[in-house]
């Protein structure tokens, strides 16, 4: 079992749609928690990140942390056509950051 | 422009070749890592330097051989490389190494093709 699992997708959505991404994971280890974005030909550019569990909130942009439940997700409201990337989630431990395997989104003019 | 600089951004290389990737970050932060990414997969960690030491080799072959001259430099020593090591190489920087330490920045990376 992988530490971390983040289904993979494609997804592909309209735009203005709410796009909702989620990570499990099984490490209680992890403190910190944190989606990155990826273009294509890109470095990952990070987006949140948090600490504890409940709700943070950037712009269109909300993540969540479930620690009982070891579930982490983000919202994106308002979808745009330039939202359309690879998003990863990550945790970190004392040792090292984990990711998922990364969710494909296409947000369709 | 991400605030972790890495360079070349494309290198071509032969299996008998030795070339250096650089990476490069003034947010004074004290650990830096190297990655490697290949083609729809998440990265894959490589080595971790924490105030200019090295604290994780992931067993990487020894074809890759990372060095820090200072705090805000990083440069990865390619040697031997193999078709299969052609990858996107990522250099990240974190203020610190430990989970406290977060969140880590990445540069854009050097897409590496060995021929």
């Known amino acids: 079992q992988k530490e971390v699992e983040q289904d993979p997708g494609p997804l592909s959505v309209p735009e203005g749609a709410i796009v909702s991404l989620n990570c499990t994971y099984s490490?209680?280890?992890?403190?910190?928690f944190m989606w990155y974005r990826q273009y294509s030909r890109k470095g990952p550019e990070l987006l949140m990140y948090?600490?504890?569990?409940g709700n943070k909130e950037d712009g269109r942009f909300t993540a969540q942390v479930d620690k009982s439940s070891k579930y982490i997700s983000l919202f994106i409201r308002d979808s745009q056509p330039s939202d359309s990337a690879t998003y990863l989630c990550?945790?970190?431990?004392?040792?090292?950051?984990?990711f998922g395997a990364g969710t494909t989104v296409t947000v369709r003019a | 422009d991400t605030e972790v600089t890495q360079t070349p951004k494309h290198l071509v290389m032969g299996m008998t070749n030795k070339k250096s990737l650089k990476c490069e970050q003034h947010?004074?932060?004290?650990?830096m890592y190297w990655y490697k990414q290949k083609a729809k997969k998440p990265p894959e960690l490589m080595f971790v330097?924490?105030?200019?030491?090295?604290?994780i080799n992931e067993s990487v072959p020894s074809r890759f051989s990372p060095e820090c001259p200072n705090s805000s430099l990083l440069n990865l020593h390619l040697h031997a490389l193999q078709p299969e090591d052609s990858a996107l190489y990522l250099c990240?920087?974190?203020?610190?190494?430990?989970?406290?330490?977060?969140?880590?920045?990445f540069g854009n990376g050097t897409r590496l093709t060995v021929t």
């Open positions: 490490n209680s280890a992890f403190q910190y």
């Open positions: 947010m004074g932060h004290r650990a």
């Open positions: 990240a920087s974190s203020p610190g190494q430990g989970a406290t330490g977060s969140p880590l920045h």
């Open positions: 330097y924490s105030y200019e030491k090295l604290s």
């Open positions: 948090t600490y504890s569990s």
């Open positions: 990550a945790m970190k431990d004392d040792y090292k950051l984990s």
